[in-house]
């Protein structure tokens, strides 16, 4: 249930943030390379999600076999995403395809008559309690019960991770893509060299308290990023407390004691909407592929 309603709510794929934008395929890990195939689209979220939730057929025993038929086929292609993808989760995969092929085995050869020798067939029900009919009344109640609380907290729970990592989500000051454009350091301006491992090249902030930092040279790395919008005062690390400002040309500008050294650095901002992930929208209808 709760895999299901966080790709129906959409928290477990959320749409690729700003470091998977910035990054390439080939820096990317096969995981995320996952992530950001199911990320991108809410309607396959919704399609995974919802037969996901089918599972609940498994509850009844009217409906064990066909819940078993759609969760097999649901769980055998999460079971290649994690194994094929680097994801760890592959015990749990595993063990949920071996469980659905051990609910269908009473009735595997209605399943093979019925589909492959197009013969009639009738299933196998599973047994009903052989309790009386007052205590099974209870013990039906008991069951709605708890799947209805369990409902409940699923729900407040994902709906509470949504407002955090959710598409949804509140945006941390500052959120956005920022290039570099003049890096001072000490007095002296740096030039853009690919070789420098000391000049800044791009600023992402994506998460509340965090966000990486780009070196000319392509290797980045993730600091602590805390703003008091306030004071306009920017805590990158631990201790270097810098000032910011912006500006009507959509720049950030930081100045102040970064590592013991003086820095003034100009960024321009990225316009998110030249990413094609971005700004590429749902066509019913494409004459030609766009494939690049």
């Not at 205590?135 to 039906?140: D, R």
């Not at 890096?183 to 090249?201: G, K």
């Not at 650095?265 to 766009?290: A, G």
Request: aromatic share 14%; net charge positive; proline share 3%.
């Amino acid at each position: 249930m709760q895999y299901g309603m966080s790709k129906i709510i959409k928290t477990q794929f959320p749409f690729p943030g700003l470091d998977t934008l910035t990054n390439t395929y080939g820096n990317s890990s096969p995981m995320n390379l996952a992530w950001t195939f199911f990320g991108f689209s809410k309607g396959y979220n919704f399609l995974i999600g919802f037969f996901e939730l089918l599972g609940m057929l498994l509850i009844y025993r009217r409906t064990v076999t066909l819940g078993a038929l759609i969760s097999l086929g649901t769980t055998i292609n999460i079971m290649a995403i994690n194994y094929f993808y680097d994801v760890p989760v592959k015990i749990l995969s595993t063990a949920l395809v071996v469980l659905c092929i051990f609910l269908l085995l009473p009735n595997i050869k209605q399943i093979w008559n019925f589909f492959v020798m197009n013969t009639y067939s009738k299933l196998t029900v599973f047994n009903s309690s052989t309790l009386k009919r007052a205590p099974l009344k209870g013990i039906i109640g008991i069951k709605i019960a708890f799947i209805s609380i369990v409902f409940f907290i699923t729900i407040k729970d994902i709906k509470s991770r949504e407002r955090i990592i959710g598409d949804t989500a509140i945006k941390t000051p500052l959120y956005g893509i920022y290039e570099v454009e003049t890096f001072v350091m000490n007095s002296d301006t740096l030039s853009p060299l690919l070789t420098d491992n000391i000049r800044w090249r791009q600023l992402v902030v994506n998460w509340p308290g965090n966000a990486r930092i780009r070196l000319m040279d392509n290797t980045s790395y993730y600091t602590n990023f805390k703003v008091d919008t306030l004071k306009e005062r920017i805590t990158i690390g631990h201790e270097n407390s810098l000032n910011y400002k912006t500006n009507y040309k959509n720049q950030l500008i930081i100045s102040g004691e970064f590592n013991q050294d003086s820095i003034l650095v100009t960024f321009n901002s990225v316009d998110l909407r030249k990413f094609k992930l971005i700004n590429r929208d749902f066509r019913w209808i494409s004459e030609v592929p766009f494939n690049e």
